[in-house]
């Protein structure tokens, strides 16, 4: 049975730093309550507004009453967003770009005030957040340095070569509005943010209410940079109260959550017919082939899986184990779970930290408690640690998985992880592909040929080979998406920075009036042929062009 901690449970050397909610100083020590009160600020919200209080996951304590800004006050900032929008745009993509360099350094310098803040907001491990720091770096350094590259206009063959010159350019779509959630609240909101700015487009970001400080810190940052008053605009609110507005108000919504609420945001920009980049849920798979030194296949698992507790998007909750090295991957896979340090301190001594709510608690707890009524077993973890914190969880394993159990198919979005047999690579493929969703996915081999091989024929956005996820994720150059329920359009990479942007082809028609005392030239010398003439010359123009190769 999935347990409650009963004090006994052994725990390997150095894991366990105690709860004590009368006197946990996290809730106080990380901001001075003036350095709060001046993030909050930022929050577009009217006097005398309704507030959110945000808990700490690492002690329950009550963190800060964020302002609560209502759908009059998103769509004042809104208003003022896109007034702003049209200087920022008037920019040059370099002096855009500046201010992504200075991203770059400023969250490097800075980043002991944000990993105590996203820790407190999100109770993840010292370790899982510093990934984001490094994450905003990456995005900001890549985009500063080819977002000039990735925006230039394109020329094309034009009608008429010669007579006809025809650019693609790339506009801002103007207002983007980012709906993003509690799990990488640093990520996932600059990292979105950072590519629409760049692009010429103001944002109407609204972060998850538990994270808002996170968000408001990055706001603060991206000001330092050079980031003009107004350009980016902070609203908050859970999501069914102004996830309309926002929608309503932005030539492009971004938004990252459940594959369930992803729906409703598509519906919402449908509506309206403007686009959305929706990243959304998955159940994403790995697996370890015969061939794999079982020693490094789960070390990597043992990341892949458990980083941030589980609540990453592209984290592994499925491993297919070539039967063969099975029992041995097992039981490492176990030995290495069992030994993470599970812990809430602000420094690096732990590995896992806790889950960000007890609502994903409580997911965690059904979809395992269902898993073992039905025949699992757990081989690590299973254990709600609620002496460490309200919502700590155990990193688990479990074997044995029913196909009917929740967990076999729904994500759980935790630190759970089911491992499954398979004899054969085809076997392998097929079960990682029997799924809705196609986020990511992960193979591990001694066989590199192999395993792009096998990646090829796996159906999902991004699929690592010999690692779980940070091989796509930090390709910079390479899009991130999911296929199926895992959501629609890409960030990272040039075809990340198009989604906000708005495609125009300009075609030049030259000579139309004549040039140098010359007789007008172009499309309608030809249609003066007559309509019984043009098409016999037009047919013969095609057949040249396609002999010139021409495209
Ligand atoms: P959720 O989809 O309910 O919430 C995600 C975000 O969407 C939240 O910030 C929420 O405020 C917002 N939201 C909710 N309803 C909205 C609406 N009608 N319009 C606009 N925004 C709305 O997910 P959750 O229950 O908070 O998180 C659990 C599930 O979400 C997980 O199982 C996982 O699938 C998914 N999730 C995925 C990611 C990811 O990185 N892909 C991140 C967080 C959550």
Redesign the pocket.
Same mark, same amino acid.
């Given at each position: 049975m999935s347990q409650e901690h009963d004090g006994q449970h052994e725990r390997q050397p150095g894991s366990a730093e105690l709860f004590d909610p009368e006197t946990d100083p996290l809730a106080t020590y990380v901001l001075e309550p003036e350095d709060i009160a001046t993030l909050l600020r930022r929050v577009v919200s009217s006097p005398g507004a309704a507030t959110h209080t945000s808990h700490a996951p690492f002690t329950g304590a009550p963190i800060a009453a964020v302002p609560l800004s209502t759908p009059d006050d998103v769509a004042r900032a809104a208003r003022s967003a896109r007034a702003a929008q049209r200087l920022w745009a008037a920019r040059s993509v370099r002096e855009r770009a500046a201010v992504l360099s200075a991203v770059h350094d400023l969250v490097l310098e800075r980043q002991s005030d944000v990993l105590d803040l996203i820790q407190l907001e999100t109770g993840k491990a010292r370790v899982s957040a510093f990934e984001e720091v490094a994450d905003i770096a990456l995005v900001s350094r890549h985009y500063a340095a080819r977002a000039r590259r990735y925006l230039a206009p394109r020329r094309v063959l034009g009608t008429v070569p010669g007579l006809t010159s025809t650019r693609v350019l790339r506009h801002p779509a103007g207002v983007v509005g980012i709906?993003? *959630?509690?799990? $990488?609240p640093l990520t +996932?909101t600059l990292g979105d943010v950072l590519p629409a700015l760049v692009a010429g487009n103001a944002v109407l970001l609204r972060p998850?209410p538990q994270t808002a400080l996170t968000a408001l810190w990055a706001a603060e940052l991206l000001e330092d940079a050079g980031l003009p008053a107004g350009v980016l605009q902070v609203v908050v609110g859970? !999501? *069914?109260t102004i996830?309309?507005a926002v929608i309503e108000h932005s030539d492009h919504v971004s938004?990252? !959550?459940?594959?369930?609420?992803g729906r &409703? &945001?598509a519906a919402g920009a449908g509506e309206r017919l403007v686009p959305a980049t929706l #990243? +959304?849920?998955g159940k994403n798979a790995m697996y370890v082939a015969d061939d794999v030194d079982v020693d490094v296949a789960a070390e990597g698992a043992v990341r892949a899986c458990f980083v941030g507790a589980g609540q990453v998007?592209v984290s592994i909750e499925r491993i297919y184990v070539h039967r063969d090295v099975f029992d041995e991957f097992a039981h490492e896979l176990a030995r290495r779970t069992r030994e993470l340090r599970l812990g809430t301190g602000l420094d690096y001594r732990s590995d896992v930290g806790s889950l960000t709510s007890a609502?994903q608690l409580a997911t965690v707890v059904e979809h395992v408690e269902d898993a073992l009524g039905l025949g699992a077993r757990v081989l690590a973890g299973g254990v709600h640690r609620s002496d460490l914190g309200p919502w700590f969880y155990e990193p688990t394993v479990l074997v044995d998985v029913s196909p009917h159990a929740r967990l076999f198919r729904e #994500?759980t $979005?935790g630190p759970v992880v089911a491992l499954y047999p398979v004899a054969s690579d085809d076997e392998a493929v097929a079960a990682m592909n029997d799924t809705e969703f196609g986020l990511n996915a992960s193979i591990w081999t001694a066989d590199a040929r192999r395993g792009a091989a096998l990646a090829r024929r796996v159906h999902a956005g991004s699929v690592n080979v010999n690692e779980g996820y940070v091989g796509t994720w930090g390709s910079l150059g390479a899009p991130q998406g999911g296929w199926g329920a895992s959501g629609i359009g890409v960030r990272h990479g040039r075809e990340g920075l198009w989604e906000t942007t708005r495609l125009q082809s300009i075609a030049v028609q030259h000579g139309a009036h004549g040039v140098l005392g010359l007789p007008p030239v172009g499309l309608r010398r030809l249609f003066d042929l007559g309509t019984d003439v043009w098409p016999q010359v037009y047919t013969e123009l095609l057949r040249v062009m396609k002999a010139a190769r021409l495209p």
């Amino acid at each position: 049975m999935s347990q409650e901690h009963d004090g006994q449970h052994e725990r390997q050397p150095g894991s366990a730093e105690l709860f004590d909610p009368e006197t946990d100083p996290l809730a106080t020590y990380v901001l001075e309550p003036e350095d709060i009160a001046t993030l909050l600020r930022r929050v577009v919200s009217s006097p005398g507004a309704a507030t959110h209080t945000s808990h700490a996951p690492f002690t329950g304590a009550p963190i800060a009453a964020v302002p609560l800004s209502t759908p009059d006050d998103v769509a004042r900032a809104a208003r003022s967003a896109r007034a702003a929008q049209r200087l920022w745009a008037a920019r040059s993509v370099r002096e855009r770009a500046a201010v992504l360099s200075a991203v770059h350094d400023l969250v490097l310098e800075r980043q002991s005030d944000v990993l105590d803040l996203i820790q407190l907001e999100t109770g993840k491990a010292r370790v899982s957040a510093f990934e984001e720091v490094a994450d905003i770096a990456l995005v900001s350094r890549h985009y500063a340095a080819r977002a000039r590259r990735y925006l230039a206009p394109r020329r094309v063959l034009g009608t008429v070569p010669g007579l006809t010159s025809t650019r693609v350019l790339r506009h801002p779509a103007g207002v983007v509005g980012i709906i993003a *959630p509690w799990n $990488f609240p640093l990520t +996932l909101t600059l990292g979105d943010v950072l590519p629409a700015l760049v692009a010429g487009n103001a944002v109407l970001l609204r972060p998850d209410p538990q994270t808002a400080l996170t968000a408001l810190w990055a706001a603060e940052l991206l000001e330092d940079a050079g980031l003009p008053a107004g350009v980016l605009q902070v609203v908050v609110g859970d !999501g *069914p109260t102004i996830g309309a507005a926002v929608i309503e108000h932005s030539d492009h919504v971004s938004f990252t !959550g459940s594959t369930r609420t992803g729906r &409703v &945001v598509a519906a919402g920009a449908g509506e309206r017919l403007v686009p959305a980049t929706l #990243e +959304l849920g998955g159940k994403n798979a790995m697996y370890v082939a015969d061939d794999v030194d079982v020693d490094v296949a789960a070390e990597g698992a043992v990341r892949a899986c458990f980083v941030g507790a589980g609540q990453v998007c592209v984290s592994i909750e499925r491993i297919y184990v070539h039967r063969d090295v099975f029992d041995e991957f097992a039981h490492e896979l176990a030995r290495r779970t069992r030994e993470l340090r599970l812990g809430t301190g602000l420094d690096y001594r732990s590995d896992v930290g806790s889950l960000t709510s007890a609502a994903q608690l409580a997911t965690v707890v059904e979809h395992v408690e269902d898993a073992l009524g039905l025949g699992a077993r757990v081989l690590a973890g299973g254990v709600h640690r609620s002496d460490l914190g309200p919502w700590f969880y155990e990193p688990t394993v479990l074997v044995d998985v029913s196909p009917h159990a929740r967990l076999f198919r729904e #994500e759980t $979005f935790g630190p759970v992880v089911a491992l499954y047999p398979v004899a054969s690579d085809d076997e392998a493929v097929a079960a990682m592909n029997d799924t809705e969703f196609g986020l990511n996915a992960s193979i591990w081999t001694a066989d590199a040929r192999r395993g792009a091989a096998l990646a090829r024929r796996v159906h999902a956005g991004s699929v690592n080979v010999n690692e779980g996820y940070v091989g796509t994720w930090g390709s910079l150059g390479a899009p991130q998406g999911g296929w199926g329920a895992s959501g629609i359009g890409v960030r990272h990479g040039r075809e990340g920075l198009w989604e906000t942007t708005r495609l125009q082809s300009i075609a030049v028609q030259h000579g139309a009036h004549g040039v140098l005392g010359l007789p007008p030239v172009g499309l309608r010398r030809l249609f003066d042929l007559g309509t019984d003439v043009w098409p016999q010359v037009y047919t013969e123009l095609l057949r040249v062009m396609k002999a010139a190769r021409l495209p």
